[in-house]
């Protein structure tokens, strides 16, 4: 059995008899490869409808098989051959493409390659003062307060190691500007043009306003959020980003993270789940919410 599989081995080898890949080190390596990208696909489209359509490409597949290779019709031979299997291969990855998505998302969202890219980051920008970041989250969390006291609705969102540059479209007001507990609340004042979406920011300083963020259709309860809580936890879902929201309705202070929701939070709490979560202080504690 074994002189069976070498001699196949030998013969699929694009290094041929002799040379790289012959050694049974290779062989062992090559099958742990393949079973691991086959294990990723099988976790990606397990529990999705792309199971039917792989019965569907599979029998489409078996049936092009025959046709090119035991059908005596040359034009239907040919047509299979030079346009039906070529667009066969273009199409899969477009039938495909949300379970490929989220594959690649689980894969770069995965925890250990954000602290990675976390301590990268932060070694790249190194110059940046961690008081600074400190001052603007303190800032924020008594803008919080204030609004959740007047009932101000607010979304303000801050962008980690995943970028959110595509979100800033033509409807975005960018500001760039230092962040003040003054401006914040301006913002999100009832009448102001910039209050009914999110408040971007990046590092120390808010970069944009009126953001408008994809929806969560997976939350709790959705009937008894707004909007800027299914877009708090919508942002979430689509990167690292953390978002806070205060209730039009009833005041409550909540955060997202991970796609989770933390809510009925004090000014310290706000201050201290930031403060973890920035990475501004103890860059090894980690917070569950």
Request: net charge neutral; glycine share 6%.
């Amino acid at each position: 059995m074994s002189d069976i599989f070498w001699r196949l081995f030998t013969e699929l080898n694009p290094f041929g008899s002799s040379g790289v890949g012959t050694s049974w080190y290779f062989i062992w390596i090559d099958i742990a490869i393949v079973t691991v990208v086959l294990y990723l696909l099988w976790g990606a489209i397990r529990g999705t409808r792309a199971i039917q359509i792989i019965q569907g490409i599979i029998v489409l597949l078996i049936v092009l098989l025959l046709i090119s290779t035991a059908s005596p019709f040359v034009t239907l031979h040919w047509i299979v051959t030079t346009l039906l299997q070529p667009a066969l291969v273009v199409g899969i990855p477009v039938v495909f493409q949300p379970e490929l998505r989220r594959l690649l998302e689980s894969v770069g969202q995965n925890e250990r390659f954000n602290d990675l890219w976390t301590q990268l980051r932060e070694w790249r920008n190194a110059k940046t003062s961690s008081d600074g970041r400190s001052d603007m989250i303190r800032t924020i969390a008594q803008a919080a307060i204030k609004m959740s006291k007047s009932r101000t609705g607010a979304l303000i969102v801050f962008e980690r190691n995943v970028g959110l540059q595509e979100y800033l479209r033509d409807n975005v007001c960018i500001l760039d500007a230092k962040v003040s507990g003054d401006l914040i609340e301006q913002i999100f004042l009832p009448k102001s043009p910039l209050h009914d979406m999110a408040v971007l920011i990046r590092g120390e300083r808010i970069l944009a306003a009126r953001v408008e963020l994809p929806l969560s259709q997976d939350i709790g309860g959705v009937k008894n959020y707004g909007t800027r809580h299914r877009a708090g936890r919508g942002i979430t879902e689509y990167s690292d980003a953390v978002a806070l929201v205060i209730s039009e309705e009833t005041g409550t202070i909540s955060l997202f993270y991970n796609r989770e929701m933390t809510s009925k939070l004090s000014e310290e709490s706000i201050v201290m789940l930031l403060t973890t979560l920035l990475h501004v202080e103890d860059k090894k504690s980690a917070v569950r919410i």
